[in-house]
């Protein structure tokens, strides 16, 4: 099975360098601001052990011979990149999406009415430390869920597939359950470690204990008008559980403030403040995250 990963940030190398370990010789799509001159990528383990690794770079028109196409890349450059390659995929090619936050369905049905699209949701950590070097730094699990048209047959290949490469991954037949518990983690972890330039570890501290408990709670509402059922402890506790895990990591968005690049705010909570407007609700803390968010660059 061909497999092509797309994008070069931390997440799309960390699944580059472990489906390298599969019989899927994967290959890389690298944006166009990418130095491609590289032959080799190197990756610390989450064991401290360094491996290098070849790269395989392909070209858009190559997309074409791929069976799987993974896009591991922010909330923002999802659809840009689908409506980018669209013309050059296989259209019995599965498409997987990898990114924070979530984009409307219908918004990637109108790019890819046809074909099979699967969602990936993962907690595992990783920072890029060179434009070809990455080290993974949170050792997570991954769940994967059908967006649209996936057959039973693809769902349990890719499952396997992906579970060789980088475990744990759990496919899920109701995904859009678990985007959801993974929205509300991005709408606690990122703004608020973003804004006070803190590790993950810090929001284990007394100081956040209510702001958390206000934006799940916000989070618990907005998703029962949209007929997604969360406890809210339980959300609040798998808050908790990432910081925990991840406790001396840098959060994306926190990454992104530090390089002054764009940010998935709109994804995010801003995607909470939009549903909320929608169904006439208040939501003061994710407003209010979001807001400061946008200021920061401003």
């Keep these: 099975m061909k497999i092509v990963v797309i994008g070069q940030g931390a997440i799309g190398l960390l699944w580059y360098s472990h489906l390298v370990s599969t019989e899927h ?48 890349l922010k909330a923002y450059d999802i659809l840009p990149a689908l409506k980018q390659y669209q013309a050059y995929l296989n259209e019995k090619a599965t498409i997987i999406l990898c990114h924070n936050g979530i984009i409307a369905p219908n918004d990637i049905h109108a790019v890819l009415p046809k074909q099979s699209v699967l969602t990936l949701l993962t907690t595992h950590g990783s ?11 949170g050792n997570g699990q ?11 047959v693809e769902h349990k290949t890719l499952t396997t597939i992906l579970n060789q490469a980088l475990p744990s991954v759990v496919w899920h037949n109701n995904i859009g359950y678990h985007q959801w518990i993974k929205l509300a983690i991005n709408c606690v972890i990122n703004p608020i470690t973003a804004l006070n330039n803190i590790d993950n570890g810090e929001l284990l501290k007394p100081q956040y204990q209510e702001l958390i408990h206000k934006i799940c709670f916000e989070i618990t509402q907005v998703a029962a008008a949209e007929n997604i059922k969360l406890e809210l402890q339980q959300l609040i506790n798998n808050v908790f559980k990432v910081a925990s895990v991840t406790a001396k990591n840098c959060s994306s968005m926190r990454a992104d403030f530090q390089q002054n690049k764009a940010t998935e ?16 609700l208040e939501v003061p803390q994710n407003s209010l995250l ?3 968010v946008n200021q920061h660059y401003s």
């Design 25 to 72: 010789s994967p290959a890389l799509l690298c944006s166009q601001r990418a130095v491609t001159t590289d032959t080799n990528m190197s990756l610390t383990t989450y064991d401290n052990q360094l491996s290098v690794i070849p790269l395989n770079i392909i070209n858009k028109e190559q997309l074409q011979l791929a069976d799987v196409v993974l896009l591991c």
């Design 290 to 292: 979001y807001q400061q």
């Design 127 to 137: 920072k890029k430390t060179d434009n070809f070097a990455i080290t993974h730094t």
């Design 142 to 152: 991954s769940q994967l869920g059908k967006l649209q048209q996936a057959s039973e």
């Design 265 to 280: 705010i709109e994804h995010i909570n801003g995607y909470i403040v939009k549903l909320a407007a929608q169904h006439q």
